[in-house]
């Protein structure tokens, strides 16, 4: 009975030690998150709003030649990067990010990664590391996988960059971007977004009457001065904004993730304590019957 109240103490200690170390993880992924949401949540309008706006003047340029980032062509190769975190101890946060970047290689890009002209570009440890061993025969291009240390825009402004020249030199013909949107710290969803060609705007129908949902612009000054500054812009900020939304929904999916297993650790603890205590009565209980036993048979 000694040795299993000694296994039990020792297993308290290491259910509170564990607390200790969660409730710690809490409170740092906590002033992590304030600082990332505030981050998204300003940058998201702007980020929005300048999307749409790029949507409506590729959807407007109407087949120029000039309209190389909109233009769509037949997917001989394609790009996936897939945006998750370095670290785990997040929940599902990551598993629901490589779920989403499965579900697009089987079904979008099935053929493309049949044809051995997939590349896979993981930006965090966790994605490269859900994909490297499952897809074998795509190109795995492991050069941004360390970009979530430092989110400045000198730094992370290469890899669009790179997408953009990839995609209007031929080298992929369509570009998508898997990551998770930040909501609040309880829930992020998994997006798969399709970063090049722009997706074009199409009439809407409402109400059995064709409605045109296009902008009607007039570019000043000329349409191939407008896109050659204005849409590498939008398009870097853009995929900034997805590296801010999966910064802030990874720190409030760990904070969720800790602030769970610190309630775990308790409910266990209070549980082996109830054991703890429940054996030491049977083994005082045990001695005392042995006392009183021993006790009777002298004085018979």
């Not at 697009?104 to 890009?109: F, L, S």
């Not at 997805?242 to 990874?250: C, H, P, Q, S, V």
């Amino acid at each position: 009975m000694s040795g299993q109240l000694k296994e039990v103490r020792g297993r308290i200690t290491s259910v509170k030690s564990t607390q200790q170390i969660t409730k710690a993880m809490k409170m740092v992924s906590a002033a992590k998150l304030r600082k990332a949401q505030n981050a998204i949540t300003e940058m998201r309008p702007y980020a929005d709003r300048l999307n749409k706006m790029l949507i409506n003047i590729l959807s407007n340029l109407d087949g120029e030649a000039s309209t190389s980032f909109g233009k769509e062509r037949p997917v001989e190769s394609a790009c996936l990067v897939i945006i998750t975190s370095d670290r785990g101890l997040c929940g599902g946060f990551n598993t629901n990010i490589a779920k989403e970047a499965i579900k697009v290689i089987e079904g979008k890009y099935a053929e493309v990664y049949k044809a051995g002209k997939l590349t896979i570009m993981p930006v965090g440890k966790k994605g490269f590391d859900a994909l490297k061993r499952r897809y074998e025969n795509a190109t795995i291009d492991k050069t941004y996988i360390g970009l979530n240390s430092n989110l400045d825009w000198e730094h992370i402004s290469e890899v669009p960059n790179l997408l953009m020249e990839s995609f209007t030199n031929g080298t992929f013909d369509d570009i998508t971007i898997c990551y998770s949107k930040f909501k609040n710290a309880a829930v992020q969803d998994p997006y798969a977004v399709q970063y090049l060609p722009v997706a074009k705007l199409e009439p809407v129908e409402k109400e059995g009457d064709i409605k045109d949902t296009k902008s009607d612009y007039i570019f000043e000054p000329d349409t191939n001065t407008l896109l050659e500054n204005l849409v590498p812009s939008i398009l870097q900020t853009t995929f900034q904004k997805f590296l801010f939304d999966n910064r802030a929904g990874e720190h409030g999916a760990r904070m969720s993730a800790m602030d769970k297993a610190t309630e775990n650790a308790e409910d266990l603890m209070n549980e082996l304590k109830i054991f703890y205590n429940k054996a030491r009565q049977e083994a005082i209980t045990k001695e005392l019957s042995e006392i009183v036993g021993g006790a009777a048979a002298l004085g018979g």
